[in-house]
Nanobody
Framework: QVQLVESGGGLVQAGGSLRLSCAAS????????MGWFRQAPGKEREFVAA????????VYVDSVKGRFTISRDNAKNTVYLQMNSLQPVDTAVYYC????????????????????WGQGTQVTVSS
């Protein structure tokens, strides 16, 4: 089990950037794939990006490819989401989550495989 705390959200103009952080507690962080998800008002929570436990493999939803970058620092028990060229459609609460399985090679887009979630951080992009 890991506990996750997101930070770094805020209000930004279209075209701007934000860097989200997710700090994890627990000794298993470095063995877990990590994901970022987001939920806009009235919509289901959707996958954004995920990264392998070792950091060697990443996957993104098509709508953020080339704009967002997920990374991790296992020494700091932290995963990041660098978001550039933000658009109003990116407005949502962003959540980080930990895969419930350990040492999985392929990061998953399936939110049902993630069983540890942070409280979320609000990202608002104005036009």
């Amino acid at each position: 089990q890991v506990q996750l705390v997101e930070s770094g959200g805020g209000l930004v103009q279209a075209g701007g950037s934000l860097r989200l952080s997710c700090a994890a507690s627990g000794r298993t962080f470095s063995s877990l794939n990590m994901g970022w998800f987001r939920q806009a008002p009235g919509k289901e929570r959707e996958f954004v990006a995920a990264i392998r436990w070792s950091g060697g493999s990443t996957v993104y939803v098509d709508s953020v490819k080339g704009r967002f970058t997920i990374s991790r620092d296992n020494a700091k028990n932290t995963v990041y989401l660098q978001m550039n060229s933000l658009q109003p459609v990116d407005t949502a609460v962003y959540y980080c989550a930990a895969d419930r399985r350990r040492f999985v090679l392929t990061p998953s887009r399936d939110k049902t495989l993630y069983n540890n979630w942070g409280q979320g951080t609000q990202v608002t992009v104005s036009s």
